[in-house]
T-cell receptor, first 114, second 113 residues
Framework: AQTVTQSQPEMSVQEAETVTLSCTYD???????LFWYKQPPSRQMILVIR??????QNATENRFSVNFQKAAKSFSLKISDSQLGDAAMYFC???????????FGTGTSLTVIP | KAGVTQTPRYLIKTRGQQVTLSCSPI?????VSWYQQTPGQGLQFLFE???????NKGNFPGRFSGRQFSNSRSEMNVSTLELGDSALYLC????????????FGPGTRLTVT
């Protein structure tokens, strides 16, 4: 089974600064999808960004961007100009192109310091 | 469009009882997945349903079961509750192929005493 590892249980960032959350995964597949989800204290999980493995270009959504290194099986999330509303638990997730199951990392709790 | 809804939001049960949780997916979504979230284990996949059929199942005991109805609404049942079943149960829906994004509901917080 695929595994997703988030090695940073907790991170903190000063408001308006940039922070990078790490994620690595293990797979033997060549085609798959990667996601970052955000879970604020209200508990509703929200999709932040998605990356298709066949695309070399890194995905970007406003202040959120990823650094996708396929050979290294690394998928980090960069949050620029951090805002108080970015404080949440962030989960990295993997889904193969053939299966229907998502595999989630254990999450990184991000604190934004005013 | 209305989002994924889950009922009830909070539930307190005692050991040995059974519980049924409900999930209504986003209109048009035919795939529903269930996850158990605990502080120690993170999100663990329970099962996924598509068009009333279970397509995938995670590594949980048979006490955990589910079903999906023709309108794509899904229910999850846990029998003979144990203290370790206390968790946030999340439901997520998606259009399935070729859209792989999952949209989550707010969850049901189950406490077993």
């Amino acid at each position: 089974a695929q595994t997703v590892t988030q090695s940073q249980p907790e991170m903190s960032v000063q408001e308006a600064e940039t922070v990078t959350l790490s994620c690595t995964y293990d797979t033997s597949e060549s085609d798959y999808y990667l996601f970052w989800y955000k879970q604020p204290p209200s508990r509703q999980m929200i999709l932040v960004i998605r990356q298709e493995a066949y695309k070399q270009q890194n995905a970007t959504e406003n202040r959120f961007s990823v650094n996708f290194q396929k050979a290294a099986k690394s998928f980090s999330l960069k949050i620029s100009d951090s805002q108080l509303g970015d404080a949440a638990m962030y989960f990295c997730a993997y889904r193969s192109n053939t299966g229907n199951q998502f595999y989630f990392g254990t999450g990184t709790s991000l604190t934004v310091i005013p | 469009k209305a989002g994924v809804t889950q009922t009830p939001r909070y539930l307190i049960k005692t050991r040995g009882q059974q519980v049924t949780l409900s999930c209504s997916p986003i209109s048009g979504h035919r795939s529903v997945s269930w996850y158990q979230q605990t502080p120690g284990q993170g999100l663990q996949f329970l099962f996924e349903y598509f068009s009333e059929t279970q397509r995938n199942k995670g590594n949980f005991p048979g006490r955990f079961s589910g079903r999906q109805f023709s309108n794509s609404r899904s229910e999850m049942n846990v029998s003979t509750l144990e203290l370790g079943d206390s968790a946030l149960y999340l439901c997520a829906s998606s259009l399935a192929f070729p859209n792989y994004e999952q949209y989550f509901g707010p969850g049901t917080r189950l406490t077993v005493t």
